[in-house]
């Protein structure tokens, strides 16, 4: 009885894999089976010191070069903690529109395993630095509908070292520059209930996280790591009465989806078959498709939690807050929002320009008493072009804000004509320092606008080719474009289509 | 030390940059100093038998190394074995997991010490990583008491783990004090471990409040609990070694910081049982009168000896006879 799921496949395949995901959520009533999905993330730190020590946290550096006395657990050292940490934890905290704790305490987590010198975890699993928060989904994320994923929490916690297997057989290496790197653990609700929407959540994280400079959060490196827990259940009955599997080492957004959607599937399978879903921990294989059993939570460990006791409670005031609040940057939905009331812009061409850092402001400031949407459509079209074109990032280009300026200025004055404004363009972008002035006196450019030549010019043409004049005349509006040009040819890009 | 004489002092500090200690008054001791050379000597004369010591400096290294100004010039100090030291350079905690084990970083109140003037002697047996009360469980063998005769011991066939225990789990440290192997000595006390050796060895023994002395250096037995503790012989020696290393440390985040050991003294000073205004019926005859003691009846067992329960006795009259409620 894979009913839904298997209409989801098939639809895939036809237009409309949006039509199935609608169908999910719009259909409530019929509802064969439903999926609750909860995700942990630990995302890593942008500060320049450990969360409990002075070492750098630098990702690159040799094996075993930046390791403090308490990263290698060492008799007698203490943890000290690093402010840097708790700012940026806030920030994600205030950013994800949670509360930070005015008191938080850290606890410690006791495993035994080699990329664990101390023995144990410093986390803060009773008492996190920040509870509450949610993320809103929406059109502008990907997704038709609107969703609101709650946050639970978010604590700080020691990251562990990295083990490498497999180069010395029999041998686990294990390199401690990363043990005690600040991480923060982020606990979402279980509210997800479509892969979509867990990848979206992710993809949702990363921008806001990146934006407020909290981590670089990149799967590829380890800055995020992602976890999720997966449970289905019946359409009539409780969204969280169904067992819940844990799925770990998931690496991309491509391989979280496909998690989600066989994890799902092997659930509704089991239970449809009259089985019990077991509570596991499994990991993805990605060339069969499949979720595999990695560790069964019968043999999980006992933690031993227990107030850290060589840390005092973390008091936090609301001036500190404050603070933090007013040095978060504006967040991309508020730029959204203003910018489309404040310039009369379409959302798209915002979301467009929000995903190349440094844009908007570059933007704001060609757009000061110039027209807006002008200066939008040549971001979009031209510069973001050359930008592809050349595999750059706008922060990396040669062209300035006083260039581009002066080259739309000299546009909307008409002292040049589009396509020279593009080879400007072009020339800035290669690396010419000069200003806009200068490089079109420079050309020697100068508009055709005696417009008794260029209707000498049209009359001359029109003569020559009598055959598409009739054609034009008769009504074929698209005959202009072969005499504009013509004209352009004619006039070395020096006449302006519309006068033509 | 008057107020103008202190005040001359914070001012030269700061221009001249060494350091002043704050409150380290010259407490006059009841005992004659003792150099590092004479500890030395005493070391080399009476731990082969009372093996207080796991590990200890040479007279060559004490001369070679200059002697730094200070309160506690010239004064030899034991460090217990599971306090980091830079000289000597083993960690033990008595325990074969950490036999040969040098600490890269030495502890706070070590360092404390040193530029003070102090210089650690040797590093003294203790029960392994803290867990024993009569130096018993350790790789270097049990440490004894000094105040054991060793002649009479052998008279009477007792083995040498019948002889009379020094305490722990800080046993070398009360016995180094107790038979004048060092001035004073560092312990650690989580469950009395300073003070049951120190009352052991008859010599004065302090557990401080936790968070008044760092704890970075000091191997963690019970994080919450474990406090650095000092012995000497008498509470003058003491107090001198507590005004050193009572200090704020930022690498101990439970360390009490320096506003917060303001806050208590301020608070302290205004309680009625300090100020003297309190205390109308003091006199020369009654120096303690308006001081009421505490004495738990549920510490007076069967299994008390008799020349215990005769001490405590002794304690509590004296005490009335000063006045004492």
Wanted: hydrophobic share 40%; net charge neutral; aromatic share 6%.
């Amino acid at each position: 009885m894979r009913l839904l799921w298997s209409v989801r496949e098939s639809a895939r395949h036809c237009a409309g894999y949006k039509f199935t995901t609608n169908l999910l959520l719009h259909k409530r009533y019929y509802r064969p089976w439903g999926a609750t999905i909860g995700l942990e993330l630990h995302v890593q730190l942008a500060a320049a010191h450990k969360l409990f020590s002075a070492a750098s946290a630098k990702w690159d550096d040799p094996p075993n070069t930046n390791v403090d006395f308490v990263d290698a657990g060492l008799p007698g050292s203490m943890p000290r903690l690093n402010p840097e940490c708790v700012s940026l934890a806030a920030r994600a905290i205030l950013c994800l529109n949670g509360q930070v704790q005015p008191r938080s305490a850290f606890d410690r987590k006791h495993y035994f395993y080699s990329d664990q010198p101390l023995g144990y975890q410093i986390t803060q699993q009773r008492h996190p630095i920040g509870r509450g928060g949610f993320i809103e989904l929406g059109q502008a994320d990907g997704l038709d509908y609107t969703k609101r994923v709650r946050i639970h929490q978010l604590q700080l916690e020691q990251d562990t070292a990295k083990s490498i297997h497999g180069v010395y057989p029999g041998y686990i290496l294990t390199d401690l520059n990363r043990a005690g790197v600040a991480l923060v653990e982020i606990v979402s609700e279980p509210d997800m209930e479509t892969a979509p929407e867990a990848v979206h959540f992710v993809r949702k994280m990363q921008s806001l996280l990146r934006h407020t400079g909290v981590s670089s959060c990149n799967m590829e490196d380890g800055s995020l790591r992602c976890d999720v827990n997966v449970s289905v259940y019946r359409g009539s009955e409780d969204r969280l009465s169904g067992t819940r599997c844990e799925l770990k080492n998931l690496n991309s957004l491509k391989t979280i989806r496909g998690a989600i959607e066989a994890e799902v599937s092997r659930q509704v399978e089991l239970l449809s078959n009259g089985q019990r879903v077991k509570q596991e921990t499994r990991g993805y294989d990605a060339h069969s498709g499949k979720t595999v059993l990695a560790r069964s939570k019968e043999a999980a460990p006992d933690y031993r939690y227990m107030p850290e006791p060589d840390l005092p409670a973390l008091h936090i005031s609301e001036d500190w807050i404050e603070q933090i609040r007013s040095s978060l940057p504006e967040l991309p939905e508020a730029t959204l929002s203003r910018m489309t009331r404040q310039y009369g812009l379409l959302p798209e061409d915002v979301a467009t320009m929000l995903g190349e850092p440094g844009c908007i402001s570059f933007f704001e400031h060609a757009a000061r008493g110039r027209d807006p949407k002008r200066v939008a459509a040549w971001i979009t079209s031209e510069i973001f072009g050359q930008l592809s074109y050349r595999a750059q990032r706008l922060s990396d280009s040669t062209l300035t804000v006083q260039q581009f300026a002066g080259l739309l200025d000299a546009l909307a004055s008409n002292s040049i004509t589009s396509t020279q404004a593009k080879t400007l363009l072009i020339e800035f972008m290669d690396g010419d320092k000069r200003a806009a002035e200068e490089l079109i006196q420079a050309h020697g450019w100068k508009v055709m606008s005696d417009t008794r030549q260029l209707q000498n010019l049209v009359t001359q043409l029109l003569n020559e080719h009598p055959r598409e004049a009739a054609e034009y005349k008769a009504g074929h509006k698209r005959r202009l474009n072969f005499f504009v040009a013509k004209i352009m040819a004619a006039t070395k890009g020096q006449a302006r289509p519309q006068d033509v | 030390m008057s107020r103008s004489v202190r005040a001359l002092r914070l001012k030269l500090s700061r221009h001249a940059g060494f350091q002043t200690y704050a409150g380290s008054r010259q407490y006059r001791s009841t005992f004659a100093p003792i150099t590092v050379l004479e500890a030395l000597e005493a070391i080399s004369e009476r731990n082969p038998e009372l093996n207080a010591f796991a590990s200890h400096i040479t007279p060559a290294e004490a001369s070679a190394s200059e002697s730094r100004e200070g309160p506690l010039m010239d004064w030899p100090i034991a460090v217990k074995a599971n306090i980091a030291t830079a000289r000597p350079s083993v960690t033990s905690c008595a325990s074969h997991a950490l036999y040969t084990y040098t600490s890269p970083f030495q502890a706070t109140v070590v360092d404390s010490l040193e530029r003070a003037g102090a210089a650690v002697v040797g590093k003294t047996n203790m029960d392994e990583f803290g867990m024993g009360s009569k130096n018993k469980f350790s790789i270097y063998g049990s440490a004894l008491n000094p105040h054991t005769p060793a002649l009479v011991a052998r008279q009477d066939g007792m083995t040498e783990l019948d002889r009379h225990s020094p305490g722990g789990s800080s046993g070398g440290s009360a016995a180094a004090v107790a038979a004048g192997m060092c001035r004073a000595a560092l312990g650690s006390d989580t469950g009395g471990s300073v003070r049951l050796p120190a009352a052991w060895c008859g010599v004065v023994g302090f557990k401080p409040t936790f968070g008044r002395i760092s704890r970075h250096g000091l191997v963690a037995y019970g994080s919450s609990l474990d406090t650095v503790g000092i012995m000497a012989r008498d509470v003058a020696d003491v107090q001198s070694v507590f005004d050193i290393v009572a200090v704020p440390d930022p690498l101990d985040m439970t360390c009490m910081t320096s506003s917060l050991r303001a806050r208590i003294k301020a608070l302290a000073s205004s309680r009625p049982w300090i100020t003297q205004a309190h205390r109308p019926n003091r006199s020369e005859s009654a120096p303690l009168a308006g001081i009421r003691v505490g004495i738990p009846e549920e510490y007076w067992v069967n299994e008390l000896s008799e020349p215990a329960l005769e001490s405590w006795r002794a304690g509590a009259s004296r005490l009335a006879a000063l006045g004492c409620e």
